[in-house]
């Protein structure tokens, strides 16, 4: 079984992530938002599913912005018992933190997301490999919703240089979605 070494890949990963110079991750996380408005997953996708990220992850409120501002339909996860479901938001005064992991959401009372609507979702991660395997925080909310029958958007990881696990132990599961494309700081 793997989960213990992803348990332990997931500590170490977070402690870099949270080491990371503030000075720094702003650099890094600006090098990531040009590239991603500069690419054609930002151009060519009109409903565009991604997460609200927490102080450690690459940041999102700003894209999140520009997405809004370019009159693309953005969605947000809310965290069920198992599963995400995904809201549109007009506006990021929209969300609610209401969970024990401080994380924004959309209220259940917006229009929830077809999942064969969306054209591109941006994915958070603790680490990832070189085979487009990430490592999430664990409770496998991305892998179940990511394997639904319907899902058929481009999944684009964001991701600081750092975050790749150099390590030639198999750390995956079967149960674990690859990426289709990153972006990484230059
Ligand atoms: N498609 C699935 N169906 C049922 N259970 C799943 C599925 N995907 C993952 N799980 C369960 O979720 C748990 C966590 O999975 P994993 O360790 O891969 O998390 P992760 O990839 O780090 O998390 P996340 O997907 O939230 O980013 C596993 O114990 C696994 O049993
Ligand atoms: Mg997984």
């Given at each position: 079984m793997s989960s213990e070494i992803k348990q332990q890949l997931r500590m170490q990963y977070l402690k870099i992530l949270k080491n990371i110079d503030s000075k720094q991750k702003e650099q890094w996380d600006g090098s990531i938002l040009q590239q991603f408005i500069n690419s054609k997953y930002f151009h060519e996708a009109n409903t565009i599913a991604l997460y609200f990220s927490l102080?450690?992850?690459?940041?999102?409120t700003k894209i999140i912005k520009i997405l809004l501002e370019n009159k693309k339909k953005v969605a947000l996860p809310r965290m069920t018992e198992q599963n995400l479901v995904f809201y549109y938001i007009?506006?990021?005064?929209?969300?609610?933190?209401?969970n024990q992991w401080e994380i924004h959401q959309p209220k259940d009372t917006n229009q929830v997301v077809e999942?064969?609507?969306?054209d591109l979702i941006i994915l958070p991660l603790l680490g990832f490999n070189k085979k487009n395997y990430r490592l999430g925080h664990g409770r496998g909310y991305y892998d179940r919703f990511l394997s639904t029958p319907n899902f058929k958007a481009l999944k684009l990881a964001l991701a600081?240089?750092?975050?790749e696990i150099q390590l030639?132990?198999?750390?995956?599961?079967?149960w674990d979605v690859t990426f289709d494309a990153l972006i990484t700081n230059s």
């Open positions: 102080p450690y992850e690459v940041e999102t007009n506006s990021l005064d929209e969300l609610v933190v209401d999942t064969k609507d969306l600081y240089k750092i975050q030639d132990v198999f750390f995956v599961d079967n």
